[in-house]
């Protein structure tokens, strides 16, 4: 099987492969480009005299559960993130796997945490192959060193549901870590020692996988409710002491910043939003994990207050910030698609405006439309921008793979997205000539924020008239790169080699990027 | 990279937490060149400019041969340049400065009586603190030798401020620096006058006498080096004898205002500091008074507590009903508490505009007396007024033209 082959220079200007892992990829053609034809994919008929009579589909172990699915080696095993840092299962299906002396498997997380570096042991031993997901961290350090059999592949949140339900990955096996679940299946994250919130991420895998084991630390009597995952998927479930750490499933990324210099960036993307009009009775938006773009919604909140107007509903990432708009009426509704706090989990259970939504409903790009496309502001970060408004997400200034792409890419079809950065972090310009990695065409990014000035995409007349006269720091993209060269000194690198070692799908599907492996000098 | 306990020397920060900085040890040998080591965190993009610099300064300084480790959390290369001096003025008797490019932006003056409502104190020896400080639009900024660097750390300390006021951009914020107390701290001097400072703050000041070897100084400087921009004093005041000598201290040759330091006041006087401040009450009034007399601003102490917005308001608040002009301040956030409730509010804004206006047109029709409807205006009061109009043109929160529109709406009325 080939790793990597047919390398094209794809719309983005970006060199690819058009084989990867051995089967066929498609090249990013541009924004909105690839029209998919066919049918989904569908999972296998199931029949009910093959399960047990009275639904209970209890069996004693993970290992007894991977072994009844019929794993073998190759098969490709998914797990989610919806523990975060706090994930105690991916790890021991990987042992259960490596016990059975299973080899190359692929990995589909729909996220990966510092918690699976111990995973590493598994790249090197061939028991899994490659990795189609994120590699955060130490993993992203240990593929862009080209230690990986595979070739990695990244996948939006939103993406990842495209490529589940149009076949381009199929998922033999996977396993559902769930807070509360019934005998039956069903499951919930809502409830129980390691509630999590909601369990969309996993909503793909439940009704495509040929295989679907629910994992959970708190059985319930029949019924599970509310059934975020259908038992009438689930093959088998498994009981386990503990399945998370709820401390760590309630990441430390959800506070808001106290650094004097994130606070201003998001005064000054708040008063962006105000002054271009976006800020008024009924909007909508969206706000990611990071301290700078929570603080974001108190401002917005602030102008909610002292205005009399309320938003119509924010998109989450949940927190106890939201959750005080929605109590507070500054709100109508939360759409939730990952629970970041306890208080995000207690709305959700408790408020019937705070909603469930799943990749499916926000992000997927082969449906008939999503939620993302109409919100009216996304604020998200980024590693770095170029002077086209190209923007990276997944690798430093080094060529370090070192992120996942989250909703990030789904997120850029919202009516405005603006970025706030700092202009440098450290001695790194954050602005520069070309990013490492695509994974942003700049034709989707409109404003980026940085302390010492602010950039509006020339695109985007409309916003470039609204904000003439404005008390804010407007200036040219290329003013921010030089403002920062001329404080920073002009940065060399990344140095990397003609070996790719990972990919960046797009939302389509096609590729749009290349990681390739660094050379270590 | 090994080196000797007894003869090597160090300077800089490392280790966790952290960033812009970085730290140099650094060996004088005899024989091997030079041996340079870096280990940074932005080696990839930056590690060969690293080492280029570090080689150029070592010919500067005549070093041939040397073994240096750099630790390097992303210091800007002023950072880097400051430590290296630093670095090779511990290991060997040298005169010769290396300075970096003075920016051309750093190149302003102030005015004696320029507005000082905020100045943000921030630690001399922690570069992460000063590169962003401008953005965040303080009055001034204070460059701290004394109570804010240890004292193991002075040294250093001197080369990476003086780094600072010739390289870094506080767009527009004046220039302070807190020397350490009088004597000792004349020598911090021959660091900042040279390099586009426009104000010293003189710590524990306790009588005239100090200041006039601080002019002294300064004037010696100057003298040598053709620095000329004028360099304001702040003298401290932070003890029972400062109180008592207030007077003489804001008299004195470019003094433009004085600043009260409470936690040294309360430590002198052996009492609590408390949040309502009965105890500091006579040390504050008598700072403002002799402020006053003298011509010049008065400055209230930092108000500690930076999470408290509300509690830092209602100090802003009582300071200003005090007489105080500006007060000090340890974090940005601060900042704009202090500056919108020391600036005239839309009330004091709104009398002052009618009393000046009614000065105005007793001008115009030649009579002594000016009235606003049937109460008589001292002229003091005028003259407050006008203050307060200055200020809030100045602060943007009037137009200049402000007499025309008020002239309509009275019209209109």
Same mark, same amino acid.
């Given at each position: 099987m080939s790793k990597y082959d047919k390398l094209v220079q794809n719309a983005a200007g970006r060199v690819v492969p058009q084989i990867i892992n051995g089967s066929d990829a498609i090249a990013f053609q541009g924004v909105g480009k690839y029209h998919p034809t066919g049918r989904k994919y569908a999972p296998p008929i199931a029949t009910c005299a093959d399960y047990p009579a009275d639904g209970n589909k209890i069996v004693a172990g993970i290992k007894e559960a991977l072994v009844?699915?019929?794993?073998?080696?190759?098969?490709?095993?998914?797990?989610?993130h919806h523990f975060r840092n706090g994930d105690l299962v991916a790890q021991q299906v990987f042992d259960a796997a490596a016990e059975l002396g299973i080899k190359g498997l692929i990995w589909v997380p729909s996220a990966s945490f510092e918690c699976h570096a111990?995973?590493?042991?598994?790249?090197?031993d061939g028991t899994i192959h490659h990795i189609e997901g994120s590699m955060n961290g130490a993993l992203g350090k240990f593929t862009s060193e080209g230690k990986m059999q595979g070739l990695g592949v990244l996948r939006s949140h939103g993406g990842r549901y495209q490529a589940i339900q149009d076949g381009d990955v199929h998922i033999d096996i996977t396993v559902i870590a769930a807070p509360t679940a019934?005998?039956?299946g069903n499951a919930t994250g809502d409830r129980g020692p390691a509630a999590c919130g909601l369990l969309g991420f996993a909503l793909a895998d439940s009704q495509y996988a040929d295989r679907v084991i629910v994992v959970t630390d708190n059985l319930v009597p029949f019924p599970c409710v509310p059934w975020q995952i259908h038992g009438n998927y689930v093959d088998f479930v498994v009981q386990l002491d503990k399945i998370g750490i709820p401390e760590k499933i309630v990441s430390g990324t959800t506070e808001i910043t106290k650094s004097p210099d994130r606070l201003l960036l998001a005064e000054w993307t708040a008063q962006f939003c105000d002054e271009a009009g976006i800020v008024q009775d009924g909007f909508s938006f969206q706000a990611g994990a990071g301290g700078t773009a929570l603080s974001i919604g108190i401002y917005f909140a602030e102008m909610c207050r002292q205005r009399g107007i309320k938003a119509r509903f924010a998109r989450g990432g949940s927190n106890k910030y939201l959750v005080k708009m929605l109590e507070e009426g500054l709100l109508d509704?939360? /759409? =939730? #698609?990952?629970?970041?706090? /306890? =208080? #995000?989990v207690r709305s959700m259970r408790e408020n019937s405006n705070h909603l469930n939504t799943s990749p499916f409903t926000s992000y997927n790009y082969h449906g008939k439309g999503n939620f993302a496309q109409f919100v009216d502001v996304v604020i998200l970060g980024a590693t770095e921008v170029d002077v086209n408004f190209n923007a990276n997400v997944v690798t430093h200034s080094d060529g370090y793979l070192l992120h996942g792409?989250?909703?990030?890419?789904?997120?850029?079809?919202s009516k405005c997205v603006i970025l706030p950065v700092p202009l440098f972090r450290d001695r790194m310009p954050v602005i520069r000539d070309k990013v490492t990695t695509i994974c942003g065409p700049g034709e989707l990014i409109d404003v980026i924020v940085t302390e010492r000035g602010i950039a509006i995409n020339p695109l985007r007349t409309d916003l470039i008239e609204k904000m003439k006269g404005s008390s804010l720091p407007i200036k040219t993209i290329e003013e921010l790169k030089h403002e920062a060269e001329k404080i920073c000194g002009k940065p060399a690198g990344p140095y990397v080699t003609d070996e790719p070692v990972a990919v960046i799908k797009w939302v389509d599907g096609t590729v749009i990027d290349t990681v390739w492996r660094v050379d270590k000098r | 990279m090994e080196f000797n306990v007894l003869t090597a020397v160090t300077a800089g920060n490392k280790g966790k937490g952290v960033r812009s900085d970085c730290h140099v040890t650094l060996e004088l040998t005899s024989a091997g060149g030079k041996e340079i080591a870096i280990e940074s965190k932005v080696q990839v993009m930056y590690g060969d400019d690293i080492r280029r610099q570090a080689v150029e300064m070592l010919d500067y300084f005549k070093i041939e041969h040397v073994k240096m480790l750099i630790e390097d959390s992303g210091a800007l290369p002023y950072v880097l340049a400051a430590r290296i001096e630093a670095a090779v003025k511990?290991?060997?008797?040298?005169?010769?400065?290396?300075?970096?490019?003075?920016l051309p932006e750093n190149i302003y003056h102030t005015s004696r009586d320029k507005n000082r409502f905020s100045r943000l104190y921030l630690p001399g020896n922690t570069p992460s603190l000063a590169i962003n400080a401008g953005i965040h639009k303080p009055d001034g900024i204070i460059l701290d030798l004394e109570d804010a660097v240890a004292p193991a750390r002075k040294f250093e300390a001197k080369f990476l401020v003086r780094?600072?006021?010739r390289s870094i951009d506080f767009y527009g914020a004046e220039r302070m620096v807190r020397i350490n107390q009088v004597p000792a701290g004349l020598s911090d001097l021959d660091f900042v006058v040279p390099h586009q400072v426009n104000l010293i703050l003189v710590p524990k000041c306790e009588s005239a006498e100090q200041i006039r070897l601080v002019n002294e100084k300064i004037s010696e400087i100057k003298a040598r080096t053709g620095a000329s921009q004028p360099i304001w004093l702040m003298p401290i005041i932070e003890s029972a004898m400062g109180v008592l000598k207030a007077l003489e201290i804001a008299q004195s040759e470019n003094v433009v205002a004085l600043a009260i330091g409470l936690e040294d006041y309360t430590a002198d006087l052996g009492v609590k500091r408390t949040q309502e401040g009965t105890e500091s009450f006579f040390a504050r009034s008598m700072v403002v008074n002799a402020c006053k007399a003298a011509g010049i601003q008065a400055i209230d102490s930092v108000y500690s507590d930076v999470a408290n917005m509300e509690g830092l308001k209602d100090n802003v608040l009582r300071s200003k009903a005090l007489g105080f002009d500006g007060m000090g301040c340890i974090h940005p956030r601060q900042i704009r508490v202090i500056h919108e409730n020391f600036a005239p509010d839309a009330d004091e804004i709104e009398k002052a505009k009618k009393i000046v206006n009614a000065f105005i047109e007793a001008g115009e029709k030649g009579l002594g007396v000016v009235s606003l409807g049937t109460k008589m205006i001292d002229q003091p009061v005028v003259k407050r007024a006008q203050k307060v109009i200055d200020l809030a043109v100045n602060l943007g929160k009037l137009p200049t033209g402000w007499r025309e529109e008020f002239l309509a709406n009275q019209f209109a009325k």
């Open positions: 009844r699915s019929g794993i073998r080696d190759g098969m490709a095993i998914s797990t989610h111990p995973l590493i042991k598994y790249l090197e019934d005998c039956f509704y939360i /759409l =939730d #698609g990952q629970t970041f706090d /306890l =208080d #995000g792409i989250g909703g990030w890419m789904n997120c850029l079809f | 511990m290991a060997k008797s040298e005169t010769i400065e290396y300075l970096c490019p003075l780094n600072t006021l």
